[in-house]
């Protein structure tokens, strides 16, 4: 069965970007204005690859990080884990599919990942809906567009907030992704993994890396956006649904680092770094290349 959830944004702060070489402090609400057309709703599929039960809002967790407040954008869910994916032909109605992360690895034998490749390879040779994988997806994708995934360089599950380094050159054939290129220093998301993307597809062009991930964020054309971190975690569900699971597995060196880590995703810039990307989601999923 599928769901819909209407976004309800909740970004209330405030965010300092470069605009034409002026240093702005905006609200995020006016920098939805100021960079976004808001003028159409979207409809967005979420192939959701979760089941645990403390995620079983996760579509709403989506829909308020890239939903913008007063529009009657549509989050629509499907539950890969139920063998329950879409076809090309019922996404012609959406503006964008979204892949989520999961607690899953793109390795495991699981009788319905094979779904979700194909899914997503055919949507990559469709070139429509817009694209944007996160975590998980963000794997699933690379692997099954005949890229590689391997277990992090250390060895070691990453939980922190990570500075990702993105390559300006690359974003300037990106009109969606500019406004990266005013972004504050450090740019810090959210990273929870396992595993990262050891190759690329073919295809595909990496504009950031991070220490966790060389192939941090890639780019396929215009239409294809797959990102490591977790934008649309703010630090307080971090810690709540992984932090504590993961210091409870005893992940963590020792508590020294567990406490670095905790600190660094509650830092109050992760927010403000989530907030310019969840603007450049919105701009890439509505296909706003202005």
Same mark, same amino acid.
């Given at each position: 069965?599928?769901?819909?959830?209407?976004?309800?944004?909740?970004?209330?702060?405030?965010?300092? !970007?470069?605009?034409?070489?002026?240093?702005?402090?905006?609200?995020?609400?006016? +920098? +939805? =204005?100021?960079?976004?057309? /808001?003028?159409? %709703?979207?409809?967005?599929?979420?192939?959701?690859?979760?089941? %645990?039960?403390?995620?079983? #809002?996760?579509?709403?967790? !989506?829909?308020?990080?890239?939903?913008?407040?007063?529009?009657?954008?549509?989050?629509?869910?499907?539950?890969?884990?139920?063998?329950?994916?879409?076809?090309?032909?019922?996404?012609?109605?959406?503006?964008?599919? !979204?892949?989520? *992360?999961?607690?899953?690895?793109?390795?495991?034998?699981? @009788?319905?990942?094979?779904?979700?490749?194909? /899914?997503?390879?055919?949507?990559?040779?469709?070139?429509? @809906?817009?694209?944007?994988?996160?975590?998980?997806?963000?794997?699933?994708?690379?692997?099954?567009?005949? *890229?590689?995934?391997?277990?992090?360089?250390?060895?070691?599950?990453?939980?922190? %907030?990570?500075?990702?380094?993105?390559?300006?050159?690359?974003?300037?054939?990106? @009109?969606?992704?500019?406004?990266?290129? *005013?972004?504050?220093?450090?740019? +810090?998301?959210?990273?929870?993994?396992?595993? &990262?993307?050891?190759?690329? @597809?073919?295809?595909?062009? &990496?504009?950031?890396?991070?220490?966790?991930?060389?192939?941090?964020?890639?780019?396929?054309?215009?239409?294809?956006?797959?990102?490591?971190?977790?934008?649309?975690?703010?630090?307080?569900?971090? &810690?709540? =649904?992984?932090?504590?699971?993961?210091?409870?597995?005893?992940?963590?060196?020792?508590?020294?680092?567990?406490?670095? &880590?905790?600190?660094?995703?509650? #830092?109050?810039?992760?927010?403000?770094?989530?907030?310019?990307? =969840?603007?450049?989601?919105?701009?890439? +999923?509505?296909?706003?290349?202005?």
């Amino acid at each position: 069965m599928c769901s819909s959830r209407h976004a309800t944004g909740r970004i209330k702060n405030h965010q300092k !970007i470069l605009l034409l070489g002026c240093e702005l402090d905006l609200s995020i609400p006016l +920098l +939805l =204005r100021l960079f976004v057309s /808001l003028e159409n %709703a979207m409809k967005i599929a979420v192939i959701n690859c979760e089941n %645990a039960e403390k995620w079983k #809002d996760y579509v709403s967790v !989506i829909s308020n990080a890239y939903g913008a407040e007063g529009n009657e954008d549509e989050f629509v869910e499907y539950q890969a884990f139920e063998k329950n994916v879409p076809t090309i032909q019922e996404l012609e109605g959406f503006d964008g599919v !979204i892949v989520p *992360g999961s607690r899953h690895s793109v390795n495991d034998n699981l @009788p319905w990942l094979v779904h979700v490749e194909n /899914l997503l390879v055919k949507i990559v040779e469709n070139k429509r @809906p817009q694209l944007f994988c996160t975590c998980f997806g963000h794997q699933l994708l690379a692997k099954a567009l005949d *890229g590689t995934v391997s277990q992090n360089v250390d060895k070691k599950f990453i939980f922190r %907030a990570e500075e990702i380094e993105t390559i300006d050159s690359r974003l300037q054939n990106l @009109p969606y992704a500019k406004l990266l290129l *005013g972004k504050p220093t450090p740019f +810090l998301l959210i990273e929870s993994h396992g595993e &990262c993307v050891k190759t690329l @597809p073919r295809e595909a062009v &990496c504009i950031a890396t991070s220490k966790g991930s060389e192939n941090e964020i890639f780019v396929i054309g215009d239409h294809v956006l797959s990102v490591q971190s977790h934008p649309e975690f703010d630090g307080r569900i971090a &810690c709540e =649904r992984i932090f504590n699971s993961l210091l409870d597995k005893g992940r963590f060196g020792d508590s020294n680092q567990a406490k670095l &880590c905790k600190a660094s995703v509650l #830092d109050a810039r992760v927010e403000r770094c989530n907030s310019i990307f =969840r603007v450049v989601v919105r701009k890439f +999923l509505l296909r706003d290349f202005n």
